[in-house]
């Protein structure tokens, strides 16, 4: 059964290709509002999609952008898969380094090029693919499916996030799938299970009322930019290690199976260090670069400012400085605690001189799904047989909040399949797609809901 | 005599002031392009009064604003003084804080207010008119003079030391007198001895070749800006001692006489605090805070930048981070030597992860003028004779590249004898001079010309 159905894959993958470029044609920018109607055309095609495989599919208005919904149900299933994607895209620009134009997609060799090929509508759209491979060859699905598919991912939207808090009860699934980042090299297909989080905070430090004349007060003032300086200086040590009290409480170690198997994955620290254009790589010593990547917690100034930063010089003593932080945290440290742990630590740092005050910005926890979660040993054979490769288990730096809000509003485990390619240039200019992996990633998807059933 | 040149002073006081009102009318902003014709009839309006007196006057164009000198000489005179002086004046900008239009001079009690009223025209035109009392009471003057007036001040322009430099014969004198500063405090007059020098650099920290993603490399790469941070947190101790080898070694301490006049001036450590609004003074301990603005050396970032700084958060590890610092410098310290030593020490704690470069900008050095160089002794006197108070004998935290200019080029001291007051608003809105001092000062000029004629 399962054979007629990559048979189907096969036999349909132009079609699939074209109805793709159909979507990926639709500029469907969620940060300029005048791309607002592209939007609601781009929801509205990922509807009929559904609709068209009788799927129970629905538009949802939010004050953003609209949410898509569509359910199979079917009372033989024992199992409901929820599949979370983003019909949104990045802006294209800038639009001179592109070879070809971003919304007019092009094939060239075994890529698709467009923007959105791989970041999320040719992703999502290997699932609307597997479940019409399904119900084309078997009239029916193995299990219950549920698609929640938002268009403001890429501006940091909360309506999918209310929409899944409001809408607990129907939501209600075994397990997620969300198809949103990629295979760790080519051919080398990922589960993803573990996402750090982020606790972002500004931070400013006010010294005189206004702005002083450097020669006829400096001396006898302390120079808010110099305090500033000296308290970032005192967050960490040399090596990286962050010096807040209680930051590394609740951080989860790795396990030794964990670093033996981030040890086995190919990776040149040379080649990274070139790619990235500095003198020499940095971090906390005991841990390698994946280690430190994937899971350790950092500490970064985003942006510092305060004084002159026109041409030449200024004299003054600024009457203020401030930076933005971000804290990356991994399982099992609370962005609450964190932030809390983190003032307290300023506070205590800042000296009688200046007043500190702060900004909350974007929070949001750390992620890890064990080997032994249910579902997982079902994706990592769908991945195996969908790419005829062995699949590695992986985490990412990055912070993908949806995963969070699925896991904690619905009390299931998230699974990251990423079916892109490291290189595929999500966010940049000539974003691609291997139609190669997007028959695989069908595959992937089609054998999941298979194998899911079977379990 | 002298008691004569008093009187006439006196008798034609209103006359000053109302070609002093003249002289403020012209709007002679050098830093703003559209007034260089204005700053061109400042010029001449100079040059008229020193012609109406008889003196040598000329213009002397540059590549910026005119220089007018004039010169009377003769040869019964033993001694030559050199006064220096600017016609330019600063933008009146913000206008609404001004209770008056900047060009249209209004008497408000005893002051007179307009932008340039004690810097530096108010201040120039003492010179200007105690050499008319002079010559009215007594058809001659009793030492040579040198005037040197240029249009350049407010924007640091370099012609007027080129000026110098060039015509370093013609310009020989015995002294060099520049009222362009104030007393210590009303019916204080003071004489500074001292100004401090300074050494301005740049420096920017180089980490990845483009700002990085902070979830997917931040703990693998060193961010430039927590380095920055760390560099600059090395620079200082917590009392505000600088920590670059050899900064200090070249420094003139505080001589015993110096530190007790300085604790001898009226001085309110609570009230300056308020004044600036900040928690709690700062610096050097063992040091007042007098001492710390006008005789001790400092460092301050002027301004600091690197990454974002937009609303929200950004969350990028930035490719790169720079600041703009200053160090006041105090006699003996050499800006090229202090230009050196931050370099070598920014070098030195510069991590093997980034790259550092350095950009300089302006600098000058200290100047000092002993209480024993030649005409101190006259310019005291000068000021109690024409203030009818004890002068006090101060140093100034600020720097003035004209003084060294003079000092250096013309191998005299330049002595700093300031009319206005310290609230007088220079380069602020309602820049003011009390009449009084300026008849004062005009009293106090007419002074010093006979007591150095007595010498």
Redesign the interface.
Known sequence: MVDQIIEYIRNNKQRFIDELIEFLKIPSLSAQSRHKADCERAADFVRKQFSQLGLDAQLHPTAGNPIVTARHTSPENKTTVLIYGHYDVQPPEPLDLWTSPPFEPRIEGDNIIARGATDDKGQLFTHIKAVEAHLKTNARLPVNLIFVIEGEEEVAGVHVSEFIRTHRDDLKCDVAVVSDSSQYAPNMPALCYGL?G?C?Q?IRVQ????D????????????P??V???M?????D?S?KIRIPGFYDDVLPLEQWEREAFAALPWDDEA?RQS?????????ETYT?IE??WA??????????????GE???????AW????I?M?LVPNQNPQTISRLFRDFIRKIT?????VSFID??SCGPVIVKRSAPFVAEALESLRRGFGAEPVFIR????IPIVLTIQQELNVHALLLGFGLPDDNAHGPNEKLSLTDFERGIRTSATFFHLCAQK
């Open positions: 750090r982020i972002a500004e010294g005189p009322k206004q002083l004349h450097s020669g006829s007060f400096g001396g006898a003032v302390a120079n930019v110099n500033l300086c000296q970032i200086a005192q967050l960490k040399e990286g990274f990235l254009g500095v003198k020499a790589l940095h971090g906390e670069s430190r990547k350790r917690p950092t500490l970064d100034v985003n942006g510092i400012f305060g004084g002159y930063n030449g010089a200024k004299t003054i003593i600024p400085g401030g930076a933005k971000t990356r000296p009688p001189t200046v007043e910005h974007s990412e730096g990055g912070s």
